[in-house]
């Protein structure tokens, strides 16, 4: 490996790995903020910066108390215990699930930051390069494949339980596979019905404009596709 040496335990390797800890986090962080996404550079660099100093703290310890310190216990601790941090950068709005690529990048920084703190920073700068570059170039390939899916969801609001009914119906009278629904009561009179569906459409239908004839069924306020 290019960086074999780099795990020998010297002040200048140590600045090394420092360095390129704040470096690869800084990458991962700003490759995220470009996107106006959660979990920034400070954030990632900060996250990919602790995990290093925990790391380098564990082998400085393994070396000081060889018989008393197991150097994969921190490790393992920084892996379970940054799940706090990527959590807060989920959020659930209108049933949309949001921030989940975030918190996982923030939980691969981790992993990165403790791989260069232990010296193998070969595997921490492919998995990054490995990890932005599918940050581009996987939702290309989604977007192609999900454009040729039959299955669509939707967000609908309606009038009441009556329309709901007859919403499900005329999906399926129209010949769509109803996969699943959720129905949210309105918390206080007078408000709207809220519907997530997810159906299954056939070959010749277009789901955009299938999606709008639906707003047509009586008491049904929108249709939102997700």
Known sequence: ?????????TPFHVLIRIL????????????????KRGAGSRTDAAVCL???????????MYMEFPERIDISRMASQVISGVGFLGAGSILVSRHQVKGLTSAAGVWVCACVGLSVGI????????????LLFSLHVLPMIEERVYHYSRYMTLYVEVDDGKAVARLIHKI?????????????NPKAAGQS????????????????????????VDGVISVDGL
């Open 193 to 216: 019905f809220n519907v997530l569906v997810t159906a299954c459409v056939r070959k010749n239908m277009n789901k955009d404009t299938y999606a709008q004839s639906l707003a047509e």
């Open 20 to 35: 390129v800890s704040l470096l690869l986090g800084s990458l991962i962080g700003i490759d995220r903020g470009v996107k």
């Open 119 to 130: 010296g193998f920073i070969d595997g921490a700068v492919i998995v990054t390069l490995v």
């Open 1 to 9: 490996m290019f960086f074999s040496s780099l795990t020998e335990w």
């Open 50 to 60: 602790g995990s290093t100093l925990i790391m380098l703290t564990a082998q400085y």
């Open 172 to 184: 399926k009278s129209d010949g769509c596979k109803v996969d699943m629904y959720n129905v949210e």
